[in-house]
């Protein structure tokens, strides 16, 4: 669906670079994932879709470790057996978040894949 550029030039602002790493007191950096731990409760009995959740899947972890139940989904090469699950796309989710994703396709065509 992408080419190898295409992957590589989005990996280059992945959220591996720094975006989500967690900090000292165990919270997250990144803002979608601090949007929802806020309001926690709430996502509780919810399933819920990172998408684009990037090659170590650290705010799906992140997520995960809170008790929620996130599926990561990314593409090429950044999809890990064991981490994201392939098909999901075609499973229906009570929440969907992507953070981080627009900003790294780097053309038209890509981002109207995406």
Same mark, same amino acid.
Request: glycine content about 6%; hydrophobic content about 35%; some cysteine.
């Given at each position: 669906?992408?080419?190898?550029?295409?992957?590589?030039?989005?990996? *280059?602002?992945?959220?591996?670079?720094?975006?989500?790493?967690?900090?000292?007191?165990?919270? +997250?950096?990144?803002?979608?994932?601090?949007? +929802? /731990?806020?309001?926690?409760?709430? %996502?509780?009995? *919810?399933?819920?879709?990172? /998408?684009?959740?990037? *090659?170590?899947? +650290?705010?799906?972890?992140?997520?995960?470790?809170?008790?929620? @139940?996130?599926?990561? /989904?990314?593409?090429?090469? @950044?999809?890990?057996?064991? +981490?994201?699950?392939?098909?999901?796309? %075609? *499973?229906? %989710?009570?929440?969907?978040?992507?953070?981080?994703?627009? @900003?790294?396709?780097?053309?038209?065509?890509?981002?109207?894949?995406?």
């Amino acid at each position: 669906m992408f080419t190898e550029k295409e992957i590589r030039e989005a990996n *280059k602002t992945a959220r591996s670079n720094g975006a989500s790493a967690i900090n000292p007191d165990g919270t +997250i950096r990144a803002v979608v994932p601090n949007f +929802i /731990y806020k309001d926690i409760d709430k %996502y509780r009995n *919810k399933t819920l879709l990172d /998408y684009g959740a990037g *090659k170590h899947a +650290i705010h799906t972890k992140w997520l995960r470790e809170q008790g929620l @139940n996130v599926t990561a /989904y990314d593409f090429g090469n @950044n999809c890990v057996e064991g +981490i994201h699950d392939k098909d999901a796309l %075609y *499973k229906r %989710y009570d929440v969907v978040f992507a953070s981080n994703v627009l @900003n790294v396709q780097s053309s038209d065509v890509m981002m109207s894949i995406t």
